[in-house]
């Protein structure tokens, strides 16, 4: 016996037929709104490293970071904390990362450098860190996708963590340039090594077509945040990297911290 026909089920859409509304999510971009007369708090995550131990390849290592990133974005968080949680025996490569002393961060608000979040850009480890260090793989995708993408090669050497970056998702978070977002009075940039003859000051790559002008001296691939009241053909100034939360009220990434264990997360504290 045959089936029989059902037209309703079988029906094609024709020229005078309506197509069904378009239900792509709304870009990132939409979800973030400035909290008038700025913020002073911010929000933390702790996370385990053996989050990225249980993927056998590396592309399946790579999702883990990848969706906390984006997690971390659209809930506007402004810490993530990666905490050793796996035994000694199975992770001798672990070393902590000391937290950077007050005095480098009186320096750091001198001239907006942001050291904790371009700290990957020294390492010198040559191999995929997965497996004897899964905090550092961790933590080194997480810094790579907070970073503007303008930006990452300047900050981050080529590295067998980053082989598949190409498949993690965009951000797409106030602070990556965007042409809809031009207004902001704030940016992210890197120095440059190339300046003019005789001339003081540094240049910065903002992710615009031309580099702006800075009067203060601050070593090349160095990120720091500008502050340009004016728009981009007006004057800029180098601020502190919480300046944009503290004072605009805007969500302007995340930073991220190693901790040797689940109590070195409340125990050392960095102050963002």
Request: with cysteine; net charge negative; aromatic share 6%.
């Amino acid at each position: 016996m045959s089936r029989p026909d059902h037209p309703e089920k079988r029906r094609k859409l024709g020229h005078d037929d309506e197509a069904p509304p378009n239900r792509d999510p709304p870009r990132a971009a939409a979800r973030f709104h400035p909290i008038e007369g700025g913020r002073d708090w911010t929000i933390s995550v702790a996370i385990p490293g053996s989050i990225v131990a249980d993927y056998k390849t590396l592309d399946q290592r790579m999702t883990a970071p990848g969706r906390i990133a984006r997690a971390l974005a659209i809930f506007n968080v402004d810490e993530v904390v990666v905490y050793n949680d796996l035994p000694p025996l199975t992770n001798e490569g672990y070393q902590e990362q000391p937290l950077p002393h007050k005095k480098d961060r009186r320096d750091n608000r001198s001239h907006g450098s942001h050291n904790s979040r371009s700290s990957h850009k020294n390492d010198s480890e040559s191999s995929i860190t997965a497996d004897v260090d899964p905090c550092h793989f961790l933590t080194h995708v997480l810094s790579y996708l907070e970073a503007p993408p303008f930006m990452r090669k300047a900050l981050f050497p080529i590295h067998p963590n980053l082989r598949l970056a190409g498949l993690l998702p965009g951000l797409d978070m106030p602070h990556h340039p965007n042409p809809i977002d031009i207004a902001l009075p704030y940016r992210e940039g890197v120095t440059l090594e190339a300046m003019a003859p005789n001339a003081k000051g540094t240049l910065v790559d903002i992710g615009n077509r031309a580099p702006i002008h800075l009067k203060d001296e601050v070593p090349p691939k160095t990120r720091i945040t500008i502050y340009l009241p004016e728009g981009d053909n007006g004057p800029a100034e180098a601020v502190h990297p919480a300046a944009p939360r503290e004072e605009g009220g805007y969500y302007w990434g995340y930073t991220v911290r190693r901790a040797a264990s689940l109590s070195a997360v409340f125990e050392d504290v960095a102050t963002l």
